[in-house]
């Protein structure tokens, strides 16, 4: 099994244009661990424009990676966020859409209603 830094990675050729947006951050391992991938996808032609790796999901991570964006020639035409609070601060003058974060109660029902069986 290949280490992660035995793989070699393609440079990214970046094709500037206007995008829409789907930003969000994803965490491996044990909590204490705390390595994660915050991830900029155009969401109509399902490219990873640009990521970075990070500990935690802060504003500045957000904000850091939509300038790099912008450096690079893109133009942000909306945004997807979770409903993290605080992340639209990173975002002004640009539209948003937030995508509620589930309910605890909202994640049993669904697991509830996914995993009953025909003996009840």
């Known amino acids: 099994m290949k280490q992660r830094d035995e793989y070699l990675v ?19 391992g044990k909590r204490k661990d705390k390595l994660g991938t915050l991830v900029f996808k155009d969401v ?19 904000r ?10 893109y133009t942000i035409t909306s945004t997807t966020l979770d409903g993290k609070r605080g992340l639209y601060k990173a975002f002004k003058d640009i539209p948003i859409q937030n995508v509620p974060l589930p309910s605890k109660e909202d994640c049993t029902k669904i697991y509830h ?8």
Do not use: M
Request: net charge negative; proline share 4%.
């Open 10 to 28: 393609d440079y990214k050729v970046h094709n500037p244009r206007p995008v829409n947006l789907v930003c969000d951050a994803t965490f491996y």
């Open 113 to 120: 209603y996914e995993t009953k069986t025909t003996s009840g």
């Open 44 to 62: 109509e032609t399902k490219d990873i424009l640009i990521w970075k790796h990070i500990q935690s999901e802060l504003v500045q991570d957000y």
């Open 64 to 73: 850091y990676l939509k300038e790099e964006l912008l450096n690079l020639g």
